[in-house]
């Protein structure tokens, strides 16, 4: 009754976090070891042979994502296996399966792209495809379960507990088979669960759909459970405290507290805090709270967000993963009350002992930024040279993570060159990138920029990076753009990517929305003389129609006359969408000071529909944009519509020439241009039939 009493209070009173209570989360065992898998034969399906082979190889201990089997057999069609990705990664981060699949594709071989089909991968994309493309690198192109193993060794192990309420039965199947995740337990069904991850292209193969499932599974379903997943921890505390509260709903007496020692790969871990992999539906559970703690045990005290509270991992733990038990005939006292939540606004970070590489690496990855020496101590380490590389770059993660990049530019500095490269490569593919693309481009282009002696490793950068712009995603190609088109970028870093803009060229044609294409991308290109003329039209098109420039069109127009770049100009102007610019009066103004271009620029022009444009309020103030009107009447034939369109500026001429005194501003050229426009308007009109000119003359007098 004290047990029962004491469990409800935690379940009620504390604010609970929904798998962290119950079968449904943290080491929970009703489900597992009720009803251990039976031997015997099976029927099974000829299409489900695959899957067959893959369960039992597994219970003879093979990891089924470490299985060349599964690799060889999915690898005959990497279409469908992107397919599946971008149905099973439907949202969150992990939304950017399809970026995932081409990055893997182009930076690393298509042939790797089958790995993605791990979520121990997928959820670690970022990091995998820095360490695949190294790899293959220096050792050529091997064989995709090769690579996996080659990053499972990479990544090394971590020590996880796992708390169960069992028999001695139960714990004895233990220690011969290891533990089985519900789904493992029935080979049939197993299977069939197997076979949905391998041969189907919807929801019921998807690792989010299990994990939603083993997170939220109510207590009255754990007997019918058949999640592949298993819940764990980096803390005993939490571990056997998890497994405990779980002992007054049990009703057999025979059932005693087992905590077991795990060392197992951390590529078949995925964690629940990791952002990437939950984001999609984390905000609606308990995890990741400011100011929420996790207690358990007698002193144990550990922030929410702290990646090692819960830890999921899939399929099987092998025997030879257990590294040791300990049993509790009776629950001990700091066990019975659980795991429970409780909320410290003020309270400062539980001070962990962080000597060791592994002991700064939890530091950094339980995200302790609410001790106010987090973030000292994170820049402290990375200022040392002596500290491991990967500290230096989950610290730098960290402050790409709260898009701290002042400090990141700095701390760029204090990197070794190989470093430096390594970062700047997994900065560009970091979800982070995706939520403040333009902001932390900027922030990286700075960085590189400046600084002579990383220039090189910018085009190596972009070079691998251009790949991304197949997707004409906003974010990604203006944050591109701002790289591209930095000051302190000399001209061949554009030479990169001309290929990938001629391949846009149709996109180009198609529209000028400045929303796609980037106007820094776009002035980039206009300013290079290597690039094709075509290329650059289109560019200076963009760049022209958008309204809120960073560079004004006057300095770019000034930039390319000043380089003599006529040819380009004369096609700007021949363009219509140039005179709709809120800047074409400054521009005009500034080529009549410009005789040659003036020149040539007014003689080259053929200009359609540009009447209605031309004859605005102020428009005889030009006297480049009233010769542009005279030589576009001069070379067009003038239709009906646009006689009343002229109607104001044929009234307004006449006026000049009958009271000159009125218009101070008015030079002789302006008069004698008056008298030209007149009698060429005149001209034009007697070429009309007789029934057409009589109705306009007695509209527009003076005709």
Known sequence: MTKLFAYLIILFILPPTPYLFGNDGINSCLEDYLNPPKSGIYKIVPSKSIAQELVDDTLEGEDIYGNEKLYNYLGNNLEKVKEKLSIWYYSGELGRSKNNFELVSKLVGKQYTVLLVDPGIMSRAEDFIVFAKNYVELNGQVRPIILRKAYAKHLGTTQLYRGLMLTSDEAEYISKHGILAPGMRDKTVAIGKISNIIEEENQLGSPLNELKERLYQKDENALKSTNLYMSTSRYKDIAASAAAAHSPTLNEKMKSLYVYKIEIPRISTLEVNKDTLFSSFKPSI???????WIKAGRTMTVLNRDMGVEVIVPFHIQKDMIKQQNHYVNIPPIYEKGVAHTKI?????????????????????????????????LIKWIEDKE??????????????????YDEIKYLLSKLSPQEQQDFVFLWMIHPNYKRNAAHSMSALAESIATKPQLQEIGRKLLENYKCQLDFFDHPEVTAMGKLVGHKDFDGKIYEAYLPKFKQIQDFFKKTYNPEIVSIHVARAIVLDKKAPAFLRLYAARAFIEESTLGHSKVELIKTLANNNDTQLLTSIFEENSFFVSHNSADILSFLSRQPVLRRQVVNQTEVFGLVEQLTNSDWYLQPLKMELLINTIKKQKLSLYDFYTLKETIEQMRDWLAHPDKYQKLSKGHIESAKEMLEIIRSKLSKFDPEQRKKIQSEIPGL
């Open 286 to 292: 308990g995890h990741g709270q400011l100011d929420a």
């Open 345 to 377: 606004l003020k309270k400062v970070a539980q001070k962990l002992k962080i000597g060791s590489k592994e002991e700064k690496l939890e530091y950094i990855q339980g995200k302790f930024d609410v001790d106010p020496d987090f973030k000292k101590q």
């Open 387 to 404: 500290t491991d590389y990967e500290i230096k770059k989950h610290a730098l993660t960290f402050f790409l993570e709260k898009g701290n």
